[in-house]
């Protein structure tokens, strides 16, 4: 019996491993240079992607965040280049169909929330004072808010900040 069990199995090995074969994929590589790090790439469909990434160095005590437009054939359309004060440190982002939000806040409870369009790359700022001892855990924006799980304290809340006037509103959960 172990016989035939063995020889069947060598007979079988052969051609499951045949269809067990990876496919082929393709692979796109970029050579990132000029001291950036942190890379995130964002995709927008036919409109090609963004890749977002990080200057390794400060420059004069600012924080150096690079948005760069590519086409669907890999060709670098724009580049835009957003500075924000060094005590301000990276929270949270979301991204939709057209925009990317990306969510700033410092230890004196003080935010700033960037909107960079996915098309053009032009970019809106927004800024607020939050209540102290708040923290972020996630982001979503919907009609002009951004939707925020946070911890106020203990407590655990959604903070909804106006993308226009920048208020900030907390509803505890």
């Given at each position: 019996m172990k016989t035939v069990l063995t020889s069947l199995l060598a007979f079988l090995v052969p051609f499951l491993s045949a269809y067990a074969q990876v496919a082929s994929t393709q692979r796109i590589e970029f050579e990132l240079k000029d001291g950036f790090s942190s890379e995130t790439l964002h995709p927008f469909g036919d409109q090609g992607f963004v890749l977002e990434s990080k200057a390794n160095k400060?420059?004069?005590?600012?924080?150096?965040w690079k948005y760069e437009l590519f086409d669907t054939n890999l060709q670098s359309v724009k580049i835009t280049r957003v500075t924000i004060d060094k005590k301000f440190r990276y929270q949270e982002d979301y991204r939709d169909d057209n925009k990317i939000y990306n969510l700033f806040k410092d230890k004196y409870d003080r935010y700033k929330v960037f909107t960079i369009n996915g098309?053009?790359?032009?970019?809106?700022?927004?800024?607020?004072?939050?209540?102290?001892?708040?923290?972020?855990?996630?982001?979503?924006?919907?009609?002009?808010?951004?939707?925020?799980?946070?911890?106020?304290?203990?407590?655990?809340?959604?903070?909804?900040?106006?993308?226009?006037?920048?208020?900030?509103?907390?509803?505890?959960?």
């Open positions: 400060k420059i004069n005590d600012k924080n150096l098309k053009t790359l032009e970019v809106e700022e927004i800024e607020g004072k939050l209540k102290p001892r708040t923290y972020f855990y996630d982001m979503k924006v919907v009609n002009d808010f951004a939707y925020c799980d946070a911890m106020w304290g203990r407590m655990p809340t959604v903070v909804a900040i106006d993308l226009f006037t920048g208020e900030a509103k907390y509803y505890p959960v």
